[in-house]
């Protein structure tokens, strides 16, 4: 397997034009967030492009350390004029860096469609389909580095080093838009939002990292009392209905969420005691915003793809280890091994550990 040894060599003041091609998904971008600022902290004059598909642009388009996110079409391997198209762009830019935190052939491709001279990507086990190809030089995290966050940051620590981390690592340094602060303020104001509230967000992409509805109402209702209100958030028409079943099933106190944007979730997290989930895109958007999450697991592990920092509580009955293709449509056969009084517990235990009144009984 050819690899032909590049070294950056960018002195601090240079201004190198980067671009990060890590696609998808929502939760796997904002993990790839602290990777971002490492570089803009290194070479604060860089020009960061990410190269990204939908919907990730609605949701951090205004991030300071982002200076261009090209959205890429979904399929765009399979149209031979959407790729001439892309190269031609890409090739405009003059990208002197492309870093493959994805590492599939979708990703890296761009990476080589841009002409970059240098372009990183994972080996080993993390290195997936024609990648290993595609990037000039790959890098294998030691077998001790897990979780997501931390193996892409390991893309770059031979010529960057983590030697400025970031202040707190519980927020990976997602910020909202004015509007979207404000639509949380409207909501509130109107009555639609409860003034003290928890997020439960019973979706998930995967059914193997489902957990039953009824069993999402009994915690529900467990938490909520005069003072506390419990929102259950939803997307599309599937969740909606998951939503209004485990509201139907409550009292007064537990509510269902209106209908969001990303950024209006976003703030719609951030404005709550905490966040209680699966393993989704809305746990990691809790997360980077500075909110505590309990989340379960069943096909995934936390120490891979967790919410990241401390202060999380995260449940997991056992492993579901179905090979990868395989773990998306499998029974949740794990997470029904999760019952609610562990997640009651943990919840409580989530107010205890901030101090947080009212108690949970």
């Known amino acids: 397997m050819p690899q032909h040894r590049v ?13 990060i091609t890590r696609l998808s998904h929502i939760g796997d971008c904002i993990l790839t967030l602290p990777l971002v600022e490492a570089l803009k902290r290194h070479w604060p ?8 598909e939908s919907p990730g642009p609605k949701l951090l388009a205004h991030h300071p350390a982002i200076d261009q996110i090209l959205q890429i079409p979904r399929d765009y391997l ?5 790729i001439w198209k892309l190269r031609t762009q890409l090739r405009a830019a003059r990208f002197d860096l492309a ?3 994805q590492s599939l052939t979708k990703s890296a491709a761009l990476g080589w469609l841009s002409g970059a001279r240098l372009r990183i990507g ?18 294998t995290p030691p077998d001790s580095i897990t979780h997501l966050v931390d193996r892409s940051l390991a893309l770059i620590d031979n010529w960057i080093g983590r030697e400025t981390p970031p ?7 997602m910020p909202l838009t004015e509007a979207a602060t ?8 109107s009555g639609t939002i409860p003034q003290r509230y928890i997020v439960l967000n019973p979706g998930a992409s995967w059914p193997s990292k489902r957990w039953e509805n009824d069993r999402w109402a009994e915690v529900a209702e467990l938490l909520a009392n005069d003072q506390l209100s419990v929102v259950v958030t939803w997307a599309g028409v599937e969740e909606r209905a998951w939503a209004e079943e485990i509201v139907n099933a409550c009292g007064s106190h537990v509510v269902i969420a209106p209908d969001t944007t990303l950024l209006q979730l976003a703030a719609l997290c951030q404005g709550s005691e905490f966040f209680l989930g ?15 999450c309990v989340v379960l697991f069943g096909p995934t592990r936390p120490e891979d793809s967790g919410p990241y920092g401390p202060h999380h509580i995260c449940l997991q009955a056992w492993h579901q280890t179905e090979q990868s293709g395989k773990k998306k449509l499998a029974e949740n056969r794990a997470m029904r091994d999760i019952h609610t009084d562990q997640v009651f517990d943990a919840c409580k235990k989530l107010f205890e550990h901030a101090e947080l009144e009212p108690r949970l009984n």
């Open 182 to 189: 404000q639509w949380l303020m409207e909501k509130q104001i």
């Open 7 to 19: 070294n950056i060599d960018f002195p601090p003041n240079a201004a190198p034009h980067i671009l």
């Open 167 to 173: 202040q707190n690592p519980i927020c990976l340094q």
């Open 99 to 101: 870093i493959d935190p």
């Open 45 to 52: 004059n860089c020009r960061i492009t990410w190269a990204m």
């Open 78 to 82: 399979k149209s031979p004029r959407t």
């Open 122 to 139: 994972f080996g080993g086990r993390y290195g997936k389909e024609l990648s290993t190809w595609l990037n000039n030089h790959r890098v």
């Open 278 to 292: 699966c393993d989704t895109g809305p746990m990691h958007i809790a997360a980077a915003v500075g909110k505590r």
